[in-house]
């Protein structure tokens, strides 16, 4: 079967690899489509993602969805044939934060396609890949599984709006349209923000933004943006960029004694940011990292919602799995990415 495998920066291969077989209390799945993240593209380019370097092969990919082929001993769950998603995440469920309800920041957490442990947790882009049946999760009446592959990446999203507490009638700002930011405009106006404004450097990405509900969009890099003068203040503020000119965005667009949250990861190492700001105007700075139960929302919030499939730019074989990584790093041409298992 084949599958995608990073080897270190700007080596990626798409390989043969042999068919899993399901080990005591796993599912056998055959993955009909993988979102390429943003995380993919930084072991792509950068050998890593955050403070989380290669150490070894690793099969890319935690964004999956397919049907159930088998059953290990001891496990048991959809049928055969049953179309599912797959949350990436395999929790310890006995350390603090577990014991806590904040499984998301489990200290032991296997998490698909990630070398933030090793040996790595090999990911799910393969044809076919063994996960802990209890992390299938069907798919809701009526989602087809080309939209429910964007399941994880809401559920991101879905965890980010509410790190940020009530939003209900009020003003967010989102720093970044890329898959994710564009996917927090949908989480909060799911939630009942008011207005959501979007802020980026690209006309495409701002585009993609207005399809997921945003009701003002801001070119980042021009001051003269008729945007900006609607911007005076928000209540709430999500950074999805990943950069501190974002984080610094936000710091001094939101009101005094409002929330912003940090979703999107910073590079290695120290990042400069308005501090004072935080302090001067009592401004709640969160972190938000993946996320637990918002999978199951984040299904059912897809199955009722069809304006997400305009989110999903291309479809393509895995075959050619490096030009979708390259249309997916080219933020001028796509959204989010899938590539095809199916054939």
Same mark, same amino acid.
């Given at each position: 079967?084949?599958?995608?495998?990073?080897?270190?920066?700007?080596?990626?291969?798409?390989?043969?690899?042999?068919?899993?077989?399901?080990?005591?209390?796993?599912?056998?799945?055959?993955?009909?489509?993988?979102?390429?993240?943003?995380?993919?593209?930084?072991?792509?380019?950068?050998?890593?993602?955050?403070?989380?370097?290669?150490?070894?092969?690793?099969?890319?990919?935690?964004?999956?969805?397919?049907?159930?082929?088998?059953?290990?001993?001891?496990?048991?769950?959809?049928?055969?044939?049953?179309?599912?998603?797959?949350?990436?995440?395999?929790?310890?469920?006995?350390?603090?934060?577990?014991?806590?309800?904040?499984?998301?920041?489990?200290?032991?957490?296997?998490?698909?396609?990630?070398?933030?442990?090793?040996?790595?947790?090999?990911?799910?882009?393969?044809?076919?890949?063994?996960?802990?049946?209890?992390?299938?999760?069907?798919?809701?009446?009526?989602?087809?599984?080309?939209?429910?592959?964007? #399941?994880?990446? /809401?559920?991101?999203? %879905?965890?980010? !709006? =509410? &790190?940020? $507490?009530? *939003?209900?009638?009020?003003?967010? +700002?989102?720093?970044?349209?890329?898959?994710?930011?564009?996917?927090?405009?949908?989480?909060?106006?799911?939630?009942?923000?008011?207005?959501?404004?979007?802020?980026?450097?690209?006309?495409?990405?701002?585009?993609?933004?207005?399809?997921?509900?945003?009701?003002?969009?801001?070119?980042?890099?021009?001051?003269?943006?008729?945007?900006?003068?609607?911007?005076?203040?928000?209540?709430?503020?999500?950074?999805?960029?990943?950069? #501190?000119?974002? /984080?610094?965005?936000? %710091?001094?667009? !939101? =009101? &005094?004694? $409002?929330? *912003?949250?940090?979703?999107?990861? +910073?590079?290695?190492?120290?990042?400069?940011?308005?501090?004072?700001?935080?302090?001067?105007?009592?401004?709640?700075?969160?972190?938000?990292?993946?996320?637990?139960?918002?999978?199951?929302?984040?299904?059912?919030?897809?199955?009722?919602?069809?304006?997400?499939?305009?989110?999903?730019?291309?479809?393509?074989?895995?075959?050619?799995?490096?030009?979708?990584?390259?249309?997916?790093?080219?933020?001028?041409?796509?959204?989010?990415?899938?590539?095809?298992?199916?054939?």
């Amino acid at each position: 079967m084949l599958g995608c495998v990073i080897h270190g920066q700007d080596d990626l291969r798409v390989e043969e690899l042999p068919t899993p077989v399901p080990g005591p209390g796993q599912a056998l799945v055959a993955v009909r489509y993988g979102g390429v993240c943003g995380s993919d593209l930084h072991y792509w380019r950068h050998g890593g993602v955050g403070d989380f370097r290669l150490k070894e092969p690793m099969v890319l990919g935690h964004e999956v969805v397919g049907t159930v082929v088998s059953y290990g001993a001891g496990a048991s769950g959809p049928a055969a044939g049953t179309a599912v998603a797959v949350h990436p995440a395999t929790c310890c469920s006995v350390c603090p934060e577990c014991a806590d309800g904040r499984r998301n920041v489990c200290r032991d957490t296997r998490y698909l396609g990630s070398a933030a442990r090793f040996p790595h947790v090999q990911g799910g882009f393969a044809a076919q890949v063994a996960v802990p049946a209890d992390q299938l999760r069907p798919l809701p009446v009526g989602l087809d599984l080309r939209r429910a592959a964007l #399941a994880e990446p /809401l559920s991101v999203a %879905l965890h980010a !709006v =509410r &790190r940020a $507490g009530e *939003v209900a009638g009020r003003h967010v +700002l989102v720093t970044g349209a890329g898959p994710i930011g564009c996917l927090v405009v949908a989480a909060a106006k799911a939630a009942g923000a008011e207005q959501v404004t979007v802020t980026d450097l690209l006309p495409t990405a701002l585009e993609y933004a207005r399809i997921a509900g945003a009701d003002n969009l801001v070119r980042a890099d021009d001051p003269d943006d008729a945007g900006w003068r609607r911007l005076s203040e928000v209540d709430v503020a999500v950074e999805a960029s990943g950069v #501190a000119a974002g /984080l610094d965005t936000c %710091l001094r667009l !939101v =009101r &005094r004694g $409002g929330v *912003v949250v940090q979703l999107g990861m +910073l590079p290695p190492g120290m990042s400069p940011f308005s501090g004072n700001l935080v302090v001067s105007r009592e401004i709640e700075l969160r972190g938000a990292f993946r996320f637990d139960g918002e999978f199951d929302a984040a299904l059912e919030l897809l199955a009722a919602e069809a304006s997400f499939d305009g989110l999903v730019s291309a479809v393509v074989p895995v075959r050619e799995a490096e030009s979708a990584f390259a249309l997916a790093a080219d933020r001028s041409r796509s959204c989010k990415v899938l590539l095809d298992f199916g054939g």
